[in-house]
């Protein structure tokens, strides 16, 4: 079960969560037609080896982690896995675990994923070991799926979130890994799987099994590729069109002169210049983010947009998209704002009516005839369900 020789802090800095039987069964499924004689299968953060209990015909089971007293446990549950007690992420290569540079290898597990500068639990995030620069990143996921591609594994069968994959930034990080492998299948599970590490948003983690391939994955594969989820169905980014694409996600990096005497006005509670009607919002980052952070604010700080008033309609949206997060899959919890343009367009009055009752400091800036409360409900019920589809909850 849970590595419990390792307090809270310990846990955080080195991912050491236990992983369900059935996770477990699932990733062995995927990789149970790739396994043959004489293949080398190695978890290179195996804790205590639950991924490890398993073993396919005749293949040659390693199993690997920086932690003594897991690889102790380890090897008391299994006496046919060959356990190394080092840090895999440091002097990477085939003979330091005695694998044969041309036999068959598949890595699988559930590596640590330990973003460093994410603001969650950052107060008792570190990283005090050493990682061999060629892989190193802010994320300890990232390094370890480089690691995979430095020991050049044919098939790779781990968990990790989801955002390594869907968000831009993160898939730039994973260059070296995407010119070399390709996704082949991927099952989406919630991060409530693991019961010690969703103290906050859940967040959708992917069962990844990538072969390597030298054609590797630009972001427009992983855009169109179709996601299989837990509950049956499944996801492609691409059946969707997201709010990011009609208003600024982030404040502008360059702001003008004109910008600064707003701000500087502003903080400084200047209220005399005529741009102290603007308005502010809160950083847009995905929807998770927007499950936990504020919408419309009345003041400007550093984790505010000021609005570009001509797309404050799209800005509504979001507001009353966040009373609505309920409708969603956990799944699209690392995706921007979804929308259908068309279909706000026709119900744009209702978006705005329902905003501007959360926020009635706004009815001011716009021109609109408010809805009946009952009318507004009724039509952002049948937006939200055509939105969404089958995926609607």
Sequence with gaps: MSQAHLGYESRVNLGSYYTPTEIVNIAWEMIAPYVHSQTFIIDSACGYGDFLKKNCGQCITIGCDIDETAINVAKKNN???????????????????????????????????????????????????????????????????????????????VLHPLSYLIKPTNFRRLKEFTANYRLIDGLLISSCEFPESAKRTPFPIIIALYRR??????????????????????????????????????????????????????????????????????????????????????????????????KLEYYAYIDVFKRNLHRLPFYFGNCDVLIDDNLFREYKSCFIS????????????????????????????????????KYHV
């Design 79 to 157: 006496d046919k896995v060959w356990f190394f007690q080092t840090n895999a992420l440091y002097n990477v290569s085939r003979a330091k675990f005695a694998i044969p540079q041309r036999s068959n290898l598949i890595v699988v597990g559930n590596p640590p994923y330990n973003d460093k500068t994410s603001l969650i639990r950052h107060s008792i995030k570190s990283i005090d070991f050493d990682i061999d620069e060629d892989i190193a990143s802010r994320d300890l996921g990232i390094s370890f799926l480089r690691s995979y591609n430095k020991l050049e594994a044919d098939l790779i069968c």
């Design 213 to 310: 391939d030298t054609l590797g994955m630009e972001y427009s594969f992983i855009r169109s590729f179709r996601f299989r989820a837990i509950d049956g169905l499944h996801f492609c980014l691409n059946d969707f069109d997201y709010v990011t694409s009609y208003i600024d996600k982030y404040p502008k990096k360059n702001r003008s002169t004109s910008d600064d005497s707003l701000f500087s006005s502003v903080e400084g509670g200047d209220h005399s210049s005529e741009k102290d009607d603007s308005l502010f919002f809160w950083t847009l980052r995905d929807i998770n983010a927007l499950k936990r952070n504020r919408t419309f604010v009345e003041s400007y700080s550093a984790n505010t947009i000021v609005i570009d008033k001509r």
């Design 354 to 389: 329902d905003t501007i009752r959360h926020h009635p400091f706004l009815e001011k800036h716009f021109q609109v005839n408010l809805v009946e409360k009952e009318q507004v409900e009724s039509k952002l019920d049948i937006y939200f369900k055509k939105l969404l589809g």
